[in-house]
């Protein structure tokens, strides 16, 4: 008796030649591929010193990330593009809350990341003037799966820089990809309740964070870079956009520890979730390479940088025909940001000197050293203090270096204050600072 069912003819000797050619071939095509893939310059020269270097070291080299240059990498510059959204579970599962380009110096590993105001009029192409975080849904209303393309051609050409690759998350996939890594640590500046923060039954809650450094899960930290009801200053969309970046930054010390790569398990469910979970036109040797370079770039010195009216006036508010609230350039067009953009990294070296800053009004315009002074800390300088001068006659500003050497802070002090020139310290000029300006008339 047959032990196969009626329906179904045993293999002729004929289908299971066939069958057995067909599994040799596949065989021959991998050994032949294995064989060149062995016989490659850089693989065998990994193979020859592999003790020499960590097992992710070996991968890198394994791959050819190290021989292959990132877009962007040339010009000495790397922006990318991070975006946040709800997903289909939220309520306008497509409108990005979170925007930030991130700028990358391969060469120096400095950083630097700008928040970009979710409420910033900017033209999209095909849709006309609109609120940026509009442009992903757009894109996604065209074609599923274009929306960070048509986002990121968008801030490009508002901002006119390139912007060589993005990445595109929603909340649901951060939660799983923070609790994989077991939570993050976050140092929480100031304590602040937020009595507003929605609810999953589409009501609100209370959330409340204390101040100082805790372990938070990915849930919480969700709440934590959501919330925008909360007290004590936290309750701005520019106060959030800071807490954005400082889990950013905590996130890509967590990922990018050795304790990670070593483990296969985690590994496997990172990539999973990373796959389900995100929009990215990042390879997989890109990600290797970014991972080189990230590793090596120092926290402490990464610029931040947040649009807000307030401390930082390039955009102001107003409202749309429609009466939506929009942030709009402060000089008509886009020229003063594009030129802070294009910028950024001379305030990381800036930063770095840490240099101390007076600055004195010599005009009769009340609050000019004040509103100079959030200015400049908001490119990262260091003021230390700032009041009126001996007159309020000054014709034109006046800088005087008494830094011996902070030449990136003095470029920096320049080009924000628009000066030709510095003066340089003469015997008799003494104060508490490496530099002090003196704001005159030139600079209402």
Not at 71 to 98: Q, S
Not at 247 to 274: D, G, Q
């Amino acid at each position: 008796m047959s032990l196969l069912p009626e329906t179904v003819s045993p293999p002729t000797p004929q289908a299971t030649t066939r069958g057995k050619f067909f599994l040799y071939l596949v065989l021959i095509l991998v050994l032949a591929g294995l064989t060149w893939w062995s016989r490659q310059p850089h693989v065998q020269a990994t193979l020859a010193d592999w003790e020499q270097h960590t097992v992710w070291e070996n991968i890198k080299r394994l791959t050819g990330a190290d021989d292959k240059l990132l877009t962007g990498e040339n010009d000495g510059r790397i922006n990318i593009m991070l975006l946040g959204m709800g997903g289909v579970k939220h309520d306008g599962p497509y409108l990005t809350d979170t925007i930030i380009l991130a700028s990358l110096n391969p060469t120096t590993s400095d950083l630097a990341l700008l928040s970009i105001p979710r409420d910033m009029a900017v033209s999209i192409p095909g849709n006309g003037v609109r609120k940026i975080n509009s442009a992903n849904a757009y894109g996604e209303a065209r074609e599923p799966g274009s929306g960070a393309k048509l986002a990121s051609e968008a801030l490009s050409s508002t901002l006119q820089v390139p912007i060589h690759y993005y990445f595109r998350i929603d909340f649901g996939g951060l939660v799983s990809l923070i609790d994989q890594l077991g939570g993050l640590k976050i140092n929480v500046d100031r304590a602040f309740v937020d009595n507003q923060y929605p609810s999953n039954d589409s009501l609100v809650q209370t959330i409340s964070f204390a101040a100082g450094e805790q372990l938070m899960s990915g849930e919480r930290v969700l709440e934590y870079v959501r919330s925008r009801h909360g007290s004590a200053g936290e309750g701005s969309d520019f106060a959030r956009a800071r807490r954005q970046q400082k889990v950013l930054i905590a996130f890509k010390e967590k990922l990018l520890r050795l304790s990670t790569f070593l483990n296969p398990s985690l590994l496997v469910k990172l990539y999973s979730t990373l796959e389900q979970n995100i929009e990215t036109n990042v390879e997989t040797w890109e990600m290797l390479k970014f991972a080189k370079i990230l590793k090596k770039v120092n926290t402490d010195y990464v610029v931040h940088q947040v649009l807000d009216p307030e401390t930082n006036p390039l955009l102001v508010e107003t409202r749309g025909a429609d009466g939506a609230y929009l942030l709009v350039p402060r000089t008509g067009d886009y020229n003063e940001l594009q030129e802070f953009v294009q910028n950024l990294f001379q305030f990381s070296a800036a930063s770095q000197e840490q240099a101390t800053i007076m600055i004195a009004n010599g005009t009769a315009v009340p609050g000019l050293a004040e509103s100079t002074a959030r200015e400049l800390t908001s490119r990262g300088l260091k003021v230390s203090s700032f009041g009126n001068a001996d007159n309020k006659n000054y014709p034109t500003t006046l800088l005087h270096d008494l830094s011996a050497g902070k030449t990136a802070t003095r470029e920096a002090i320049m080009s924000i204050l628009k000066l030709s020139e510095a003066l340089t310290t003469s015997p008799n000029f003494d104060a508490p600072a490496d530099f002090v300006i003196i704001l005159g008339q030139d600079s209402i």
